[in-house]
C-alpha cells in the first residue's frame, strides 16, 4: 500500500477536469434523489481499496448507508487527488490524512477533517531487521531514505533523528517501488512503511523490517489516515453528513469488534484488488487490536492538540504556504481543520 504523499495545485485543475474525474458534481449528487429514494453521496479514495477503506465498505456490504437513505458512489483513486476533489466540490467525502489538510487547508482550500480512521500514527520508521548496525533512529546519519518526495518527509526526519541524538543529515531518493522491496534491494537503508500493510508484507514474505516508531522519538501523534469533506458540504447538507458518519462509525466499529469478518466483507467487495487473504486479514486484526479505536475505545475523534502540534511543526518547517504560495508568517489556528460535530454521539 503506497501513501500518497504529494497534493495537486487545486488552483491549476480546471472544473472541466474535475467533473471527468468524478462524473458529476458533489453538489449535484447531494441535492439529487436517486430513483430508488436514496440521496446518493461520493467517496474520493486515496489509492486502491485496502484495510484503511474497511469500515467503509463494512456498512456499504451491510446495508447501513442504504438504511440511512444513501446511496454511495466509492470514487477509485485517479490521477486527481481527494484533497483537489473535495476542495473544488466534485467530491462530497474522500480519504485523506493529516499532512494533506494541513497543507491545503492552510492554503485556504475548502477542506475539512470530519472522521479519523486511525487513531495511532501508522507510518514508522524502518529498516530491515537483519541491519544490526542501527539500532535506533541516530544511526541513520550518512544512511540513504527511500521516500515519496514529499516536502514533510525531511524535516520529520531530521527531527527524529536529532531527538535521538543524531545530526539529522541523510540521502534522499524517491520510491518507485514498495518501501520494504526497496530495503531488501538495496535501494535504501530506511524507509517509512505502513506497518499495518507494508510491514506485514515483508512479514509474511520472509523479509521482516526493524520499526522505529515516530512517537518513541518525540514526533507529534498524527492521523495517518482520516474522513475529509467541505465546509460548502458541510453547511449545505448536515443531516446528510451526520448520517453518513453514523453509517462509517458503524462500519469501522464492526470492523474494529469482528476484524476476520470485517476483511472478508473487504475481500468481497474487492476480489480483484485484494488477492492475498491472509495479508487482509493480519491487517485487519491489526488495525482492530491498535489503531481504529482511541484510547477511550471510541472511533472517529479528533483532538484539536494533536491537530495544532502537527501545524506547528509544519509552521516551523516552512511547508506552509497561503493561497499565492507565500509562506505563512505565523502558525495557522489548527482548530479550523477539523470537526467532530457530525460525528454520532457516543
Same mark, same amino acid.
Given at each position: 500500500?503506497?501513501?500518497?504523499?504529494?497534493?495537486?495545485?487545486?488552483?491549476?485543475?480546471?472544473?472541466?477536469?474535475?467533473?471527468?474525474?468524478?462524473?458529476?458534481?458533489?453538489?449535484?449528487?447531494?441535492?439529487?434523489?436517486?430513483?430508488?429514494?436514496?440521496?446518493?453521496?461520493?467517496?474520493?479514495? @486515496?489509492?486502491?481499496?485496502? &484495510?484503511?477503506? =474497511?469500515?467503509? !465498505?463494512? $456498512?456499504?456490504?451491510? /446495508?447501513?448507508?442504504?438504511? *440511512?437513505?444513501?446511496?454511495?458512489?466509492?470514487?477509485?483513486?485517479?490521477?486527481?487527488?481527494?484533497?483537489?476533489?473535495?476542495?473544488?466540490?466534485?467530491?462530497?467525502?474522500?480519504?485523506?490524512?493529516?499532512?494533506?489538510?494541513?497543507?491545503?487547508?492552510?492554503?485556504?482550500?475548502?477542506?475539512?477533517?470530519?472522521?479519523?480512521?486511525?487513531?495511532?500514527?501508522?507510518?514508522?520508521?524502518?529498516?530491515?531487521?537483519?541491519?544490526?548496525?542501527?539500532?535506533?533512529?541516530?544511526?541513520?546519519?550518512?544512511?540513504?531514505?527511500?521516500?515519496?518526495?514529499?516536502?514533510?518527509?525531511?524535516?520529520?526526519?531530521?527531527?527524529?533523528?536529532?531527538?535521538?541524538?543524531?545530526?539529522? @543529515?541523510?540521502?534522499?531518493? &524517491?520510491?518507485? =517501488?514498495?518501501? !520494504?522491496? $526497496?530495503?531488501?534491494? /538495496?535501494?535504501?537503508?530506511? *524507509?517509512?512503511?505502513?506497518?499495518?500493510?507494508?510491514?506485514?508484507?515483508?512479514?509474511?514474505?520472509?523479509?521482516?523490517?526493524?520499526?522505529?516508531?515516530?512517537?518513541?522519538?518525540?514526533?507529534?501523534?498524527?492521523?495517518?489516515?482520516?474522513?475529509?469533506?467541505?465546509?460548502?458540504?458541510?453547511?449545505?447538507?448536515?443531516?446528510?453528513?451526520?448520517?453518513?458518519?453514523?453509517?462509517?462509525?458503524?462500519?469501522?466499529?464492526?470492523?474494529?469488534?469482528?476484524?476476520?469478518?470485517?476483511?472478508?466483507?473487504?475481500?468481497?467487495?474487492?476480489?480483484?484488488?485484494?488477492?492475498?487473504?491472509?495479508?487482509?486479514?493480519?491487517?485487519?486484526?491489526?488495525?482492530?487490536?491498535?489503531?481504529?479505536?482511541?484510547?477511550?475505545?471510541?472511533?472517529?475523534?479528533?483532538?484539536?492538540?494533536?491537530?495544532?502540534?502537527?501545524?506547528?511543526?509544519?509552521?516551523?518547517?516552512?511547508?506552509?504556504?497561503?493561497?499565492?504560495?507565500?509562506?505563512?508568517?505565523?502558525?495557522?489556528?489548527?482548530?479550523?481543520?477539523?470537526?467532530?460535530?457530525?460525528?454520532?454521539?457516543?
Amino acid at each position: 500500500m503506497r501513501r500518497r504523499t504529494a497534493l495537486l495545485a487545486t488552483a491549476t485543475v480546471t472544473a472541466t477536469v474535475l467533473a471527468t474525474a468524478t462524473g458529476c458534481a458533489a453538489e449535484d449528487t447531494a441535492s439529487a434523489a436517486a430513483s430508488n429514494g436514496t440521496t446518493p453521496v461520493t467517496l474520493a479514495l @486515496d489509492w486502491t481499496p485496502n &484495510t484503511n477503506h =474497511t469500515g467503509i !465498505y463494512v $456498512a456499504q456490504q451491510l /446495508g447501513w448507508f442504504k438504511d *440511512a437513505g444513501i446511496d454511495l458512489k466509492i470514487v477509485p483513486f485517479g490521477s486527481t487527488a481527494p484533497e483537489t476533489l473535495i476542495a473544488n466540490h466534485k467530491a462530497d467525502f474522500g480519504i485523506s490524512y493529516q499532512e494533506g489538510v494541513t497543507t491545503a487547508r492552510a492554503a485556504g482550500q475548502d477542506i475539512t477533517s470530519v472522521y479519523a480512521v486511525t487513531q495511532k500514527t501508522n507510518v514508522t520508521v524502518s529498516v530491515r531487521a537483519d541491519r544490526d548496525d542501527i539500532d535506533s533512529p541516530k544511526d541513520l546519519d550518512g544512511k540513504t531514505y527511500a521516500g515519496f518526495g514529499a516536502p514533510y518527509e525531511k524535516p520529520l526526519l531530521q527531527q527524529v533523528i536529532r531527538n535521538d541524538g543524531g545530526q539529522g @543529515d541523510f540521502r534522499n531518493v &524517491t520510491l518507485n =517501488t514498495s518501501a !520494504y522491496a $526497496a530495503l531488501y534491494a /538495496g535501494k535504501a537503508d530506511f *524507509a517509512m512503511p505502513m506497518p499495518t500493510w507494508e510491514g506485514l508484507e515483508a512479514e509474511l514474505s520472509g523479509k521482516p523490517l526493524k520499526n522505529f516508531p515516530l512517537s518513541d522519538y518525540g514526533f507529534p501523534a498524527v492521523y495517518s489516515t482520516l474522513i475529509a469533506s467541505s465546509d460548502q458540504f458541510l453547511t449545505k447538507h448536515p443531516a446528510l453528513a451526520k448520517k453518513f458518519l453514523a453509517a462509517v462509525a458503524k462500519g469501522y466499529e464492526y470492523a474494529a469488534t469482528n476484524p476476520d469478518q470485517a476483511a472478508d466483507l473487504l475481500i468481497k467487495a474487492n476480489k480483484s484488488v485484494l488477492t492475498n487473504p491472509e495479508l487482509v486479514k493480519k491487517s485487519e486484526r491489526l488495525l482492530a487490536k491498535e489503531y481504529y479505536r482511541a484510547a477511550d475505545g471510541s472511533v472517529g475523534g479528533q483532538s484539536k492538540e494533536r491537530w495544532q502540534k502537527f501545524a506547528d511543526f509544519e509552521f516551523r518547517a516552512g511547508l506552509l504556504a497561503d493561497a499565492n504560495g507565500k509562506k505563512l508568517t505565523k502558525a495557522p489556528d489548527a482548530s479550523e481543520f477539523f470537526t467532530t460535530d457530525y460525528l454520532p454521539e457516543n
